[in-house]
């Protein structure tokens, strides 16, 4: 089975800074790769699928990269909206998610 | 804006069957999509269950098939889970959700979840 390891598990930082989750997989994988956001007690919402598009509504802030083993989602100006638990999936024929990145207020 | 509300019993005992429904609105099950169970471990983290589409064709965790079943009903615009055999590694909130086809099933819109605690 595929595994997705997320880095880092913790991120601290502050209103206005570039942010960077990195997600790696233990195999190579198509572009079936999803990032998802998800606030204390509510479910995830999507924010990125096919690795690199942006999903109906989300703030162009966000954006997806990568190919083979590594993806990144990167947040351009972090807003206090922002601060959150992020996850990444695979979704081919099965699903796998990475184990979460805690974004904290620094 | 589709909308979707799980229901069922927060309290399961041991070896009892799980049993959730997933009620669609603002938009017709029948329309095309996917629809799937994710839960959400307090210590292992989401995990994908299966999905169902609208014509009844399953794919599920294949850890879990044996004691998995998923069901549609098209005329109430619900889908179902029934989940045999817990245990207290089923404890989760479990999430029903919408997907769509890209490379692969993505979910666009959740349920806000149910807390199910097997226990005696």
């Known amino acids: 089975d595929i595994q997705m390891t997320q880095s880092p598990s913790t991120l601290s930082a502050s209103v206005g800074d570039r942010v960077t989750i990195t997600c790696r997989a233990s195999q190579t994988i198509s572009m079936s790769l999803a990032w998802y956001q998800q606030k204390p007690g509510k479910a995830p919402k999507l924010l990125i699928y096919g690795a690199s598009t942006l999903h109906s509504g989300v703030p162009s802030r966000f954006s997806g990269s990568g190919s083979g083993t590594e993806f990144t989602l990167t947040i351009s100006s972090l807003q206090p909206d922002d601060f959150a638990v992020y996850y990444c999936q695979y979704y081919f024929t099965y699903w796998t998610f990475g184990q979460g990145t805690k974004v904290e207020i620094k | 804006q589709v909308q979707l509300q799980e229901s069922g019993p927060g309290l399961v005992k041991p070896s009892q069957t799980l049993s959730l429904t997933c009620s669609v609105s603002g938009g017709s099950i029948s329309s095309g999509y996917y629809w799937s169970w994710i839960r959400q471990h307090p210590e292992r983290g989401l995990e994908w269950i299966g999905y169902?589409?609208?014509?009844?064709?399953?794919y599920s965790d294949p850890s879990l098939n044996r004691r998995l079943t998923m069901s549609i009903d098209t005329s109430k615009n619900q889908f179902s889970l029934k989940l045999s055999s817990v245990t207290a590694a089923d404890t989760a909130v479990y999430y029903c959700?919408?997907?769509?086809?890209?490379?692969?099933?993505?979910?666009?819109?959740w349920g806000p979840g149910n807390l199910v605690t097997v226990s005696s």
């Open positions: 959700a919408r997907l769509f086809d890209h490379g692969g099933k993505v979910a666009d819109y």
């Open positions: 169902i589409s609208y014509s009844g064709s399953t």
